[in-house]
């Protein structure tokens, strides 16, 4: 039985399949409305910085072919195949998205889902309706991303500008096509207007109905008739259950021995450079090839391109394009190193007033319930995933939206309990659909997600945390510790805890020989043992003076336990 997600759940793939051969299938609809379904390869900066990691009808895989279209098939309005073994490194999200072409709203779309199926077996659904959108014409429906291992999020973060405000977001934009003149236009033979798109998907992900016959390509320009594509070997890759594949049909040539637009290309060895293609058809339209989104078509000797269509200029507040994020290089770039080839690159900002001055610290949005902006603040967004968060009262700093604050009690046991171990937290509880910015004295800032583990933490090192986490006291096993810290808070669940620290932490694995002072610890993996450890001696301390290192905390665990320390000892 497949695992049900809501909006701004995560799991990590490994809990629903040990496969790494993944059918994802997406379907939308509704009265009237033409949708096209893509999948954008993005970097480590959430950038769409390679455009051939752009899946979509005219580009219908990536270069080694780790994420392949489909095509509709087993009732999936569009369908795709992700080989998480064969995706390159500097890819590490894989969204899908649903696009409205033409006019409508994402309100209208009736029951759909987006899944995950693995060996023939559905394992993850994401179902959503029209209820969860507004006035939306683009959403972000789930996304495969990488946080150590590989991650599935239901996400439904919609846009209301369709789809110039969806690539902006990853780093592109749209632009206008230009004319070619009349005299160079060639005469296209009229294709038939067909519901099929432009191209041949892969043989291996044919519908489980009768095959429709495929539009033929239109030649781009002159050139030698293509070889006819070999049939490809046969992939241990099944479609869900419902998907038999037709007997083999004869393959028609192969689109991409065609001169495209999303690479530049090899002139003849004539020498001869083809003249200009024709002014494509309209985005979505049969019978032609359209051009990926933002790319010009490559007039005679066209250089290479140099980013998402061509340089964007700086987008202005409130525009999707991340700030210098925390611990992240600016725009996508390493340190010490150029720019990428085909990363989208902002002009640097022009003079010295106060907009160019401020540029570098604008808001980071990503579209995730937490967001770190920097490394000393963060961004909670309570529109994804609809939870509350409880938060240190006062460490609010900005909100947008429409937010409630409120007083989270402890109950009177809670306070006695609090009182009594040291451990009481003083916490408000933020509610609404807008954007919480959290900091807190200047302190580093942690955002540590849980999917079902645990972890210990002191009630001084917790700025926030989702509501849906439960925490309790724990106690240290021992004689007890100066100071009165003799217990902790454990956090369990599936949600984030933000941890702050002074100054930045460092992370130990858990040994039999690991002492740490409890006065510099921070948190700690839920399944080690903790007992204090006693460094004093009736001989030692006969005399004046001490080495104030009396007393530690010793841990034992098996191996994978960590234990984290700052900087500073409270």
Sequence with gaps: MPREFQRGHKARISDLTAGTDLYVGVQISAPGLTFDISCFGLDADERLSDDRYFVFFNQPKSPEEAVQLLGAQAGDTESFRVTLDRIPPQIHKLSFTATIDGAGQMSQVGPGYLRIVAGGEEVARYAFDGSEFSTERAVMLGDIYLKDVWRFAAVGQGFDG????????????????????????????????????????????????????????????????????????????APPPGATPPPPAPQPPSVHAAP??????????????????????????????PPPYGHQPPGPAAPPPTGYGRPTPPPGYGQPAPAPGYGQPSHGQVPGQGAPYGAPQAAAPQGTGVAAALDKFRETPT?????????????????VGGRPVLARQGSMVLYQGKVDFSYKGAGFAGRIVGNATGQEMQLMRCTGQGQVFFAEESTHLHPVELQGDAICVSAENVLAFDESLQYEVRRIEGHGIPGGALFTMQFQGTGTIVVKTHGTPVVLPVTPTTFVDSNAVVAWSAAAQVIVSSQVRMRRNAYPGHTGEGVNLQFRAAPGNFVVVQPYEV
């Design 367 to 383: 579209g995730q319930r937490w967001t770190p902006q920097n490394g000393k603040l963060i961004r909670a967004d309570l529109g």
């Design 162 to 237: 369709g789809l110039e405000a969806l690539l902006k977001n990853f780093g592109g934009e749209v632009l206008e096509e230009e004319e070619p003149a009349p005299a160079q236009v060639p005469q296209q033979p009229q294709q038939p207007q067909t519901g099929a798109p432009g191209f041949a998907p892969p043989a291996f992900g044919v519908p489980s109905g009768p095959a429709a016959p495929t539009a033929p390509v239109p030649p781009q320009a002159p050139t030698p008739p293509p070889a006819p594509a070999p049939q490809p070997a046969a992939q241990g890759f």
């Design 260 to 289: 495209t637009i999303v690479a530049p290309l090899t002139p003849p060895s004539g020498g001869t450079v083809p003249p200009p293609p024709p002014a494509p058809a309209p985005f979505g339209h049969p019978g032609q090839q």
